[in-house]
């Protein structure tokens, strides 16, 4: 184990039979949008949106599909355990804390948190998926009718399970956000592509705090400027 990753991570990691894949096991012949640490896979009908800086820093990954959004995020994680367990038992105490009860359920990739919240729109259902790689965490947030229903966006689904983490060689700290960024030539075009698109969506930028984000979602519609 890395010194920069640490320890303490005391569970196994969740299940990843069909993707995420790590970079080193990807297969070919996937159509992908190239935000760095993460290559995020073309699907119809899957509107991509991101929030960056001026700098095309990436801020934050958001995916909606008809009423459904999945936000994205990926973490560094020891190499030898996954980190899980240990993060979604703190976003359940962060949401417990808000006055928010979530409960755990069993899904395709282990144990989930569910939650629902109060947003401005109204009550909305939240579904946090994680899945552990090799030295990477890659959290999902489902939300709207995804987040109680799997199959109620497969598209949302596809673009999980065909998801592909870059983590890198360099030594991070647990839990560090992996660097995202737009695409060279579209920070090489600038214009309204660089400054972002979307709201904010169903969680944090780390690995653990932020869980009270839900109560800010994103509107499923495109939002015109």
């Known amino acids: ?51 960056a800086d001026n700098d095309g820093k990436i801020q934050q990954i958001v995916l ?7 936000q994205l995020g990926v973490f560094a994680a020891p190499r030898s355990e996954g980190i899980w367990d240990e ?16 409960e755990e359920a069993e899904g395709d990739y282990g144990t989930e948190l569910r939650a629902r919240v109060r947003t401005p729109e109204g009550l909305t259902d939240i579904r946090f998926v ?3 790689g090799p030295r990477w965490l890659v959290r999902a947030v489902f939300q709207g009718p995804a987040a109680i229903d799997p199959e109620a966006a497969p598209p949302l689904l596809e673009c999980l399970r065909n998801l592909v983490v870059d983590r ?10 992996l660097p995202l960024h737009l695409p060279k030539e579209v920070t090489d075009a600038g214009g309204d592509a660089a400054d972002g698109d979307g709201e904010p ?16 979602r994103p509107s499923p519609r495109p939002r015109r400027k």
């Open 64 to 70: 909606v599909f008809e009423e459904s959004a999945l």
């Open 201 to 216: 969506a169903a969680a944090g930028a780390n690995g653990t705090d932020g869980a009270d984000e839900p109560r800010r």
């Open 87 to 102: 993060v979604r038992a703190e976003i359940r105490k962060q949401l417990f804390t808000d006055g928010v009860a979530a």
């Open 130 to 132: 994680g899945v552990d």
């Open 168 to 177: 890198g060689h360099e030594a991070m700290p647990v839990r560090e956000p």
């Open 1 to 51: 184990m890395d010194a920069a990753d640490g320890g303490g991570a005391r569970s196994g990691k969740s299940n990843r039979a069909d993707g995420p894949y790590d970079v080193s096991e990807a297969p070919e012949g996937i159509a992908q949008l190239d935000l760095g640490a993460l290559k995020v896979p073309a699907v119809e009908n899957v509107e991509v949106r991101v929030q």
